[in-house]
């Protein structure tokens, strides 16, 4: 039990987008927390591989998908909270795809068109909607795989951090 804590511990301490419940109080090692940190980095950062070899189909992404807002005092915050959500919606898609729920993926990714077109991640949005697209005309789960994998590897990559080759002058 001793190791589990330090390794949990040491993942929250590294990770600061957990899902803020599991960070509640400062790090709270209970073991409903404990155990709820140890799933969830079980389930996601550990076990959900992409069944597809990274080949010219299968993009990693390198460099991080900034915000166009992340450099806006007024947005900022925001789309800080956003980013460390991530893990959360990746944890719905993965439930959703391990159990061809295909009315909560379609949601989810609606749900992520929206929110990464409003918090200023076009390109995230427009890969969502292609996915929500492909759910609506039905297509399989088996057939949506590949899709999905690669919008995950994509949402990985979302940062908070301004550009910082892109000028802070006003226009």
Request: charged share 20%.
């Amino acid at each position: 039990m001793a190791s589990l804590m330090a390794t949990v511990t040491n993942i929250l301490k590294r990770w600061p987008s957990v899902p803020r419940i599991m960070c509640q109080n400062n790090l709270d090692l209970s073991p409903a927390v404990i155990a709820n940190a140890a799933l969830f980095f079980r389930t996601f950062r550990f076990s959900f591989h992409c069944p597809f070899p990274r080949g010219s189909f299968m993009k990693k992404f390198t460099t991080p998908i900034r915000s166009s807002l992340a450099a806006d005092p007024d947005f900022s915050d925001l789309v800080v909270e956003f980013v460390n959500e991530i893990p959360t919606k990746l944890a719905l898609i993965q439930k959703s795809f391990e159990e061809s729920d295909t009315t909560t993926l379609r949601r989810t990714f609606h749900q992520l068109r929206g929110a990464c077109g409003g918090y200023g991640f076009p390109v995230l949005s427009e890969a969502a909607g292609a996915i929500e697209d492909r759910i609506s005309s039905n297509d399989s789960i088996a057939e949506l795989e590949m899709r999905i994998c690669e919008f995950i590897e994509m949402l990985k990559s979302a940062t908070a951090e301004p550009d910082p080759n892109a000028s802070s002058g006003s226009s």
